[in-house]
């Protein structure tokens, strides 16, 4: 499986983005899809996943209640919106596949055995 993410641009605080990730294989549908993002300095954190089945989502504190995640299966896409973004909200996101489904360890990148190649977003005060 191979992802594609995109979106990603500058932006200023309190602005909204949206990212998309696309899978290379319809069999993403039932993978786990997640989002993690870097920083610079920093290291690579959750922040998004959903799960296709029962299509449970799973947010970071820091980003609940201003991103959203979803997907559309017909378009082998999951996307992530994100609203009232901040500065501390800068850095490279990542989209990542889970095909071994163990929901209990979402929010962890060991988990995720496929990662696109990241989007920059940067968020200026």
């Known amino acids: 499986v191979q992802l594609q993410a995109s979106g990603g641009g500058l932006v200023q605080a309190g602005g909204f983005l949206r990212l998309s990730c696309t899978a290379s294989?319809?069999?993403?549908?039932?993978?786990?899809m997640g989002w993690f993002r870097q920083s610079p300095g920093k290291e690579r954190e959750f922040v998004a996943a959903?799960?296709?089945?029962?299509?449970?989502?799973y947010y970071a504190d820091s980003v609940k209640g201003r991103f959203t995640i979803s997907r559309d299966n017909s378009k082998n896409t999951v996307y992530l919106q994100m609203t009232n973004l901040k500065p501390e909200d800068t850095a490279v996101y990542y989209c990542?596949?889970?095909?071994?489904?163990?929901?209990?360890?979402?929010?962890?990148?060991?988990?995720?055995?496929?990662w696109g190649q990241g989007t920059l977003v940067t968020v200026s005060s």
């Open positions: 990542a596949a889970d095909s071994r489904l163990i929901v209990s360890s979402i929010r962890y990148e060991d988990q995720y055995d496929y």
């Open positions: 294989a319809r069999t993403y549908s039932r993978f786990i």
């Open positions: 959903y799960n296709w089945s029962g299509g449970s989502t």
